[in-house]
């Protein structure tokens, strides 16, 4: 199937780290991303990784890939209330759709 | 650079009323993307269009279309609207030969079926 699933709801205090996770189906996947959704706007490419990657930082973020398992994950370190917002982890597959597949969104809340 | 604008911001019809919806990509960018976020069901493709031409479409009935025109410019159109084409529309961009496959999203128009 094309499902890309995330668990719905992470909830976080402020300044530890939040963990993201995400299972997808495709092993001919090419870019894995991770997109942030803030209240009333669209979607912001946070980052993304090749499928021949296990491991990409960015600042305070790290992403990790289990190509094996087909677990893609974000860490967000020292989570600031400022990243409260929904995320959305995506595929790209080498089937020339054009279609990124997306997950149904972690809604991350952080508490002061 | 402006980013992908979409017009209009809120939309409100009754069933059985048509919706258009419209979007600029990012200037230079030839593909534009149409997404459904309802609630509860994460986005859903809708439609792909590239250099005027319907690429792909999505699990969607025919009473969604759209198009592309020459400034990449797009349209979508639903008919005969349903209570649960109620959703945030979301539109993006991107440059088909970019090996990224990275997505730029406006902030979507939000359909209200009354």
């Known amino acids: 199937g094309e499902d890309v699933e995330q668990s719905l709801f992470l909830s976080v205090r402020e300044g530890d780290s939040s963990v993201i996770n995400c299972t997808y189906t495709d092993s001919s996947s090419t870019y894995l991303y991770w997109y942030k959704q803030e209240p009333g706007a669209g979607l912001q490419l946070l980052t993304y990784?090749?499928?021949?990657?296990d491991m990409k930082q960015d600042q305070r973020l790290t992403v990790l890939l289990n190509k094996k398992d087909k677990h893609l994950s974000l860490r967000i370190a020292d989570t600031q209330t400022g990243d409260s917002a929904i995320y959305f982890c995506a595929e790209s597959r080498l089937d020339n759709t054009g279609k990124l597949i997306f997950g149904q969104g972690t809604t991350l809340q952080v508490k002061p | 650079e402006a980013g992908v604008t979409q017009s209009p911001t809120h939309l409100i019809k009754t069933r059985g009323q048509q919706a258009t919806l419209r979007c600029s990509p990012i200037?230079?960018?030839?593909?534009v993307y149409w997404y459904q976020q309802a609630l509860g069901l994460g986005l859903q493709f809708l439609l792909w269009y590239d250099e005027g031409e319907e690429r792909n479409r999505g699990n969607f009935p025919p009473r969604f279309s759209g198009r592309q025109f020459p400034n990449y410019s797009s349209e979508l159109n639903v008919n005969a609207l349903e209570l649960e084409d109620s959703a945030l529309y979301l539109c993006a961009s991107s440059l088909l030969q970019e090996n990224t496959g990275e997505l730029f999203f406006g902030e979507g128009s939000r359909l209200t079926v009354l």
């Open positions: 200037s230079g960018h030839t593909s």
């Open positions: 990784i090749f499928s021949n990657m």
